[in-house]
Nanobody, 127 residues
Framework: QLQLVESGGGLVQPGGSLRLSCTAS????????IGWFRQAPGKERELVSC????????DYNDSVKGRFTISRDNAKNMVYLQMNTLKPEDTAVYYC????????????????????WGQGTQVTVSS
């Protein structure tokens, strides 16, 4: 079964940092655009950031620009989300998702194109 695995979530104080990781045993992630999404209680799932396959083009939710950075390590088959200066409003379950496309020069900002998802990792920002 195709599935992504997230790790790195946890409890952190406001202003702190976390790095989330996304990997898969049955997928070669360099052939997939990867999106990080989050869902807070009572809210819709939203894009946090995404990265394409061609040229590693990235996109970010306005609320995380300048604080979060998405990156790939193709040798390790990993995608990371570095989250700095965390705020209580960043509290959510974070999911990574994959869209097939070895030649994608962009990454989708909506959920629909992503057809492989992880189970999610909880991020809680609280003092």
């Amino acid at each position: 079964q195709l599935q992504l695995v997230e790790s790195g979530g946890g409890l952190v104080q406001p202003g702190g940092s976390l790095r989330l990781s996304c990997t898969a045993s049955a997928l070669t992630l360099r052939n997939y655009a990867i999106g990080w999404f989050r869902q807070a209680p009572g809210k819709e799932r939203e894009l946090v950031s995404c990265i394409s396959t061609m040229n590693a083009t990235t996109d970010y939710n306005d609320s995380v620009k300048g604080r979060f950075t998405i990156s790939r390590d193709n040798a390790k088959n990993m995608v990371y989300l570095q989250m700095n200066t965390l705020k209580p409003e960043d509290t959510a379950v974070y999911y990574c998702a994959a869209e097939w496309g070895p030649s994608l020069s962009y990454c989708a900002v909506s959920l629909t194109p992503y057809d492989v998802w992880g189970q999610g990792t909880q991020v809680t920002v609280s003092s």
